[in-house]
């Protein structure tokens, strides 16, 4: 017996068999029917299959091929109506017809599920028997299918019988009633959509049985063409199976938004998923996996998205707070099938950062209005001297913690942006918007970011690995990034930096150049211009000094007490003069120190060293930002050696040696001290409160005894001073605050406006000297370009600038000109 369709292996006939043209037709088809007819009884073990293909041959030789396949295909359809629809029928229930229809049962679901998979049974065994038995066939008409259905363009006799299978057995209705009617097919697709729906309800169902189904639908076609676009499976059961789908997954959705958590959804919707595509892959048909996950993905995602995102206690909000990475990931990777762009996810993402950054911002407004600590009398101990490495200044404090907790916010989400949103550029580019907003948003981040680092540089650093120093760079800097005002941050950064070089406080100066580099990375050559010009006075002053201290011994001075003197010679334009050295009183220079006549000789001849090398050159010394080493002599102090050395400030050094002069037991008054040094009054209360309040640095001793220096108070020489410590250092008493008071910060913004007054002026100049003429609204506009990678211009002093230009005849109007527009005058 033949199975395979396409087993060629019977022998046509030898020529000469045929040559009677008188056939009786009727007997043959006869003999033909009974063999068919056995074959689909499945008793076809005693045909002579080669007898029957000859009999078929004969008769598409003598051109009866018409009949004869008209003939077969009434068998097969009288074979398909009579014998295989009623055994379908058979097993076809009640329940499964009204459910078919949309009517309710009152079957259970072990009924239902068992009346479906009788069905689909009846209807595998029926469509295999079908598909064998029209193989067999086929084999025996071989010689038809390659002459007549070839020559006539007719389809084969086994594409014939499939298109039989699909009109008389599963389209057939199955009522008379033409309003109500109904098929085997739409039976079979409610029964496999039943199964589906138990399936993802968590039933067992049987997958090989509903898969054997499938590929009968995918198997018919509705034509005889058989194109791939019209499979049964395409046309008839996916519609179906996809708005099922969809109901399903609509419903679902609403459903767990009420009862589920945020991320309970996304686990569910990533199973869900994950479910589709192996039922696709292992139950239905690879083809419709696309498109159901299409379904999922709008009707239980994209529907539902915005609101999962914003749940309350769950959201993105909670996730990202509760650094749920899982769950963030989830969220992501589900938005991203629904939106390329994450535009819900990048609002809540962006809202979240905004007001986590400003609650830091309003944290650290709070904390600098906070009052301050009392002062410790009489032996109390400072605040400075029981944290030594924290800031005593709630102020500064603060300053400092605001860039930690920004730059802690920062890594959180860095963290997520790796780990969760997959590098995702459009989001960082999200990130970056928003850390810049609410970090310009707070009016002191240029100067708190400049303190960080001037704090770090002192004494961060110290106990750190390279690496690590390089990490806290690479921080700083990107927060320098977000900072829109790079004038003010320059502005800062150097005051900050000059105090740090001139006082010797940088505990590295590799790591300050490392700095330097990191900033002209970043924000180019310009913005360290200034900068690295503030090191290069260091190491040429450095080669100045050595070269007066050749001079010097050259000279053979016989003094063996004289001191020696390490100068520090600063390009007044490249140095921040005015943060360093603030004017006394408004409108008026600072006085000038009156030095001890030791210190006055060595100032003169350095003077005189300097100005003879550079010829025209000024210098104006700045006491107030010197140090000094002296060794002092305690009469009466405990043990053998009674000698220390101080490290005090130039101003603490000339106050010191006043009491050279005096006898011992005799004090000098504040306003004497004031009138013989000429030191401004304010500094000098806090060099005296270093000297004779701080309690381990007594080396005055003050009546009466307060925090308070007034004129009158009186200063007399510690004969018994004590320290255990050979070398000690005697800082100037400071209120700890390196953050500038509402006065200082509004005459900084007025200095930084007039010089950003000239950079307007500048760019101005630059940009219509090249173009000679331009429209107003262009301008503008070319100079904000310019100018945003150094700071946000204000529209309104781009024009004041312009018009200042126009005044000074640099620009012109055109006239009558619209829109107006400017001429560039050589």
Same mark, same amino acid.
């Given at each position: 017996?033949?199975?395979?369709?396409?087993?060629?292996?019977?022998?046509?006939?030898?020529?000469?068999?045929?040559?009677?043209?008188?056939?009786?037709?009727?007997?043959?088809?006869?003999?033909?029917?009974?063999?068919?007819?056995?074959?689909?009884?499945?008793?076809?073990?005693?045909? $002579?299959?080669?007898?029957?293909?000859?009999?078929?041959?004969?008769?598409?030789?003598?051109?009866?091929?018409?009949?004869?396949?008209?003939?077969?295909?009434?068998?097969?359809?009288?074979?398909? #109506?009579?014998?295989?629809?009623?055994?379908?029928?058979?097993?076809?229930?009640?329940?499964?017809?009204? #459910?078919?229809?949309?009517?309710?049962?009152?079957?259970?679901?072990?009924?239902?599920?068992?009346?479906?998979?009788?069905?689909?049974?009846?209807?595998?065994?029926?469509?295999?028997?079908?598909?064998?038995?029209?193989?067999?066939?086929?084999?025996?008409?071989?010689?038809?299918?390659?002459?007549?259905?070839?020559?006539?363009?007719?389809?084969?006799?086994?594409?014939?019988?499939?298109?039989?299978?699909?009109?008389?057995?599963?389209?057939?209705?199955?009522?008379?009633?033409?309003?109500?009617?109904? +098929?085997?097919?739409?039976?079979?697709?409610?029964?496999?959509?039943?199964?589906?729906?138990?399936?993802?309800?968590?039933?067992?169902?049987?997958?090989?049985?509903?898969?054997?189904?499938?590929?009968?639908?995918?198997?018919?076609?509705?034509?005889?063409?058989?194109?791939?676009?019209?499979?049964?499976?395409?046309?008839?059961?996916?519609?179906?199976?996809?708005?099922?789908?969809?109901?399903?997954?609509?419903?679902?959705?609403?459903?767990?938004?009420?009862?589920?958590?945020?991320?309970?959804?996304?686990?569910?919707?990533?199973?869900?998923?994950?479910?589709?595509?192996? =039922?696709?892959?292992?139950?239905?048909?690879?083809?419709?996996?696309?498109?159901?996950?299409?379904?999922?993905?709008?009707?239980?995602?994209?529907?539902?998205?915005?609101?999962?995102?914003?749940?309350?206690?769950?959201?993105?909000?909670?996730?990202?707070?509760?650094?749920?990475?899982?769950?963030?990931?989830?969220?992501?990777?589900?938005?991203? =099938?629904?939106?390329?762009?994450?535009?819900?996810?990048?609002?809540?993402?962006?809202?979240?950062?905004? %007001?986590?950054?400003?609650?830091?911002?309003?944290?650290?407004?709070?904390?600098?209005?906070?009052?301050?600590?009392?002062?410790?009398?009489?032996?109390?101990?400072?605040?400075?001297?029981?944290?030594?490495?924290?800031?005593?200044?709630?102020?500064?404090?603060?300053?400092?913690?605001?860039?930690?907790?920004?730059?802690?916010?920062?890594?959180?989400?860095?963290?997520?942006?790796?780990?969760?949103?997959?590098?995702?550029?459009?989001?960082?580019?999200?990130?970056?918007?928003?850390?810049?907003?609410?970090?310009?948003?707070?009016?002191?981040?240029?100067?708190?970011?400049?303190?960080?680092?001037?704090?770090?540089?002192?004494?961060?650093?110290?106990?750190?690995?390279?690496?690590?120093?390089?990490?806290?760079?690479?921080?700083?800097?990107?927060?320098?990034?977000?900072?829109?005002?790079?004038?003010?941050?320059?502005?800062?950064?150097?005051?900050?930096?000059?105090?740090?070089?001139?006082?010797?406080?940088?505990? +590295?100066?590799?790591? %300050?150049?490392?700095?330097?580099?990191?900033?002209?990375?970043?924000?180019?050559?310009?913005?360290?211009?200034?900068?690295? #010009?503030?090191?290069?006075?260091?190491?040429?002053?450095?080669?100045?000094?050595?070269?007066?201290?050749?001079?010097?011994?050259?000279?053979?001075?016989?003094?063996?007490?004289?001191?020696?003197?390490?100068?520090?010679?600063?390009? +007044?334009?490249?140095?921040?003069?005015?943060?360093?050295?603030?004017?006394?009183?408004?409108?008026?220079?600072?006085?000038?120190?009156?030095?001890?006549?030791?210190?006055?000789?060595?100032?003169?001849?350095?003077?005189?060293?300097?100005?003879?090398?550079? $010829?025209? =050159?000024?210098?104006?010394?700045?006491?107030?930002?010197?140090?000094?080493?002296?060794?002092?002599?305690?009469?009466?102090?405990?043990?053998?050696?009674?000698?220390?050395?101080?490290?005090?400030?130039?101003?603490?050094?000339?106050?010191?040696?006043?009491?050279?002069?005096?006898?011992?037991?005799?004090?000098?008054?504040?306003?004497?001290?004031?009138?013989?040094?000429?030191?401004?009054?304010?500094?000098?209360?806090?060099?005296?409160?270093?000297?004779?309040?701080?309690?381990?640095?007594?080396?005055?001793?003050?009546?009466?005894?307060?925090?308070?220096?007034?004129?009158?108070?009186?200063?007399?020489?510690?004969?018994?001073?004590?320290?255990?410590?050979?070398?000690?250092?005697?800082?100037?008493?400071?209120?700890?605050?390196?953050?500038?008071?509402?006065? %200082?910060? $509004?005459?900084?913004?007025?200095?930084?406006?007039?010089?950003?007054?000239?950079?307007?002026?500048?760019?101005?100049?630059?940009?219509?000297?090249?173009?000679?003429?331009?429209?107003?609204?262009?301008?503008?506009?070319?100079?904000?370009?310019?100018?945003?990678?150094?700071?946000?211009?204000?529209?309104?002093?781009?024009?004041?600038?312009?018009? +200042?230009?126009?005044?000074?005849?640099?620009?012109?109007?055109?006239?009558?000109?619209?829109?107006?527009?400017?001429?560039?005058?050589?």
């Amino acid at each position: 017996m033949l199975a395979g369709r396409g087993r060629n292996k019977i022998r046509p006939p030898r020529r000469g068999l045929g040559n009677n043209d008188n056939i009786d037709f009727d007997s043959m088809w006869a003999e033909l029917a009974s063999s068919l007819r056995d074959i689909h009884n499945k008793n076809a073990s005693q045909l $002579s299959f080669e007898a029957l293909y000859r009999n078929a041959y004969k008769l598409v030789l003598k051109k009866r091929g018409e009949i004869l396949y008209e003939r077969v295909k009434e068998f097969e359809e009288e074979w398909l #109506a009579n014998e295989v629809q009623p055994q379908i029928l058979d097993v076809l229930s009640p329940s499964l017809l009204l #459910a078919s229809t949309g009517g309710n049962t009152i079957t259970t679901a072990n009924e239902k599920r068992a009346a479906g998979e009788k069905l689909l049974r009846a209807l595998k065994q029926a469509w295999e028997d079908h598909k064998l038995c029209m193989n067999m066939t086929t084999d025996v008409l071989m010689y038809m299918d390659r002459v007549y259905c070839k020559d006539f363009r007719k389809p084969s006799i086994f594409t014939a019988s499939m298109g039989q299978f699909r009109d008389y057995v599963l389209r057939t209705p199955l009522q008379p009633d033409p309003d109500h009617q109904i +098929s085997i097919a739409q039976v079979l697709n409610a029964v496999i959509l039943d199964q589906v729906r138990m399936d993802r309800e968590g039933d067992i169902i049987d997958k090989s049985l509903l898969k054997s189904c499938v590929y009968m639908l995918e198997g018919l076609y509705e034509t005889e063409e058989e194109e791939e676009h019209l499979k049964l499976y395409l046309t008839s059961f996916e519609p179906e199976f996809l708005r099922a789908s969809e109901e399903f997954y609509r419903h679902e959705g609403s459903t767990l938004l009420l009862d589920a958590d945020a991320g309970t959804f996304c686990k569910h919707a990533k199973r869900r998923l994950s479910e589709e595509e192996d =039922r696709c892959r292992s139950t239905l048909s690879p083809l419709t996996l696309g498109k159901i996950k299409l379904v999922i993905e709008t009707e239980l995602i994209k529907n539902h998205l915005r609101e999962v995102i914003a749940l309350e206690g769950s959201g993105v909000k909670y996730m990202i707070d509760n650094d749920r990475i899982s769950e963030l990931e989830m969220m992501y990777d589900l938005s991203a =099938r629904v939106d390329p762009k994450k535009e819900e996810l990048k609002k809540a993402v962006q809202a979240r950062i905004l %007001e986590q950054g400003n609650n830091v911002n309003n944290a650290t407004v709070a904390a600098t209005q906070a009052p301050p600590r009392p002062f410790a009398p009489n032996g109390g101990k400072s605040e400075e001297e029981k944290a030594p490495e924290k800031p005593i200044n709630l102020q500064t404090y603060a300053a400092i913690n605001w860039v930690d907790a920004v730059l802690r916010l920062k890594d959180k989400y860095d963290t997520f942006f790796i780990q969760a949103f997959q590098s995702d550029q459009g989001l960082q580019t999200a990130f970056t918007r928003s850390f810049t907003d609410f970090i310009n948003a707070f009016e002191r981040s240029s100067e708190y970011l400049s303190l960080f680092f001037d704090e770090n540089m002192k004494k961060g650093i110290k106990g750190k690995t390279e690496n690590e120093v390089d990490e806290l760079l690479d921080k700083g800097i990107t927060l320098l990034r977000y900072i829109q005002d790079k004038d003010m941050f320059e502005r800062y950064y150097k005051k900050h930096l000059s105090r740090r070089l001139l006082m010797k406080r940088s505990i +590295s100066m590799d790591a %300050e150049r490392q700095m330097i580099s990191k900033m002209k990375m970043e924000v180019g050559n310009t913005f360290t211009q200034r900068i690295e #010009a503030m090191f290069k006075d260091m190491a040429v002053s450095d080669d100045i000094t050595a070269q007066y201290k050749r001079h010097v011994a050259q000279l053979g001075d016989p003094d063996p007490k004289r001191a020696e003197i390490e100068v520090h010679v600063l390009t +007044s334009t490249m140095w921040p003069l005015e943060a360093m050295a603030p004017s006394y009183n408004e409108g008026e220079d600072r006085p000038k120190c009156i030095f001890p006549s030791q210190i006055e000789r060595i100032k003169q001849g350095f003077e005189k060293f300097y100005l003879d090398k550079h $010829s025209g =050159r000024q210098l104006t010394w700045q006491a107030n930002m010197g140090t000094a080493d002296i060794r002092a002599y305690f009469p009466e102090m405990k043990g053998a050696k009674k000698t220390r050395e101080l490290n005090v400030s130039t101003y603490a050094m000339v106050i010191l040696l006043l009491f050279n002069d005096l006898p011992p037991g005799q004090c000098i008054t504040c306003e004497e001290i004031q009138a013989q040094t000429n030191i401004p009054f304010n500094e000098l209360t806090r060099n005296l409160q270093s000297l004779a309040v701080a309690n381990k640095t007594r080396i005055l001793i003050k009546e009466p005894m307060s925090k308070d220096v007034k004129p009158t108070d009186r200063f007399f020489f510690n004969d018994s001073f004590y320290s255990q410590f050979q070398k000690i250092k005697i800082g100037v008493i400071t209120s700890g605050n390196k953050v500038e008071d509402s006065t %200082e910060r $509004s005459e900084t913004e007025k200095k930084n406006n007039d010089t950003r007054g000239g950079v307007i002026e500048a760019a101005v100049v630059r940009i219509m000297k090249q173009r000679k003429e331009l429209a107003h609204q262009k301008l503008i506009a070319e100079v904000i370009q310019q100018l945003t990678a150094r700071f946000m211009p204000d529209v309104n002093m781009v024009k004041k600038r312009i018009e +200042s230009l126009i005044e000074r005849e640099y620009l012109e109007r055109i006239e009558e000109r619209d829109p107006p527009a400017y001429r560039y005058l050589a």
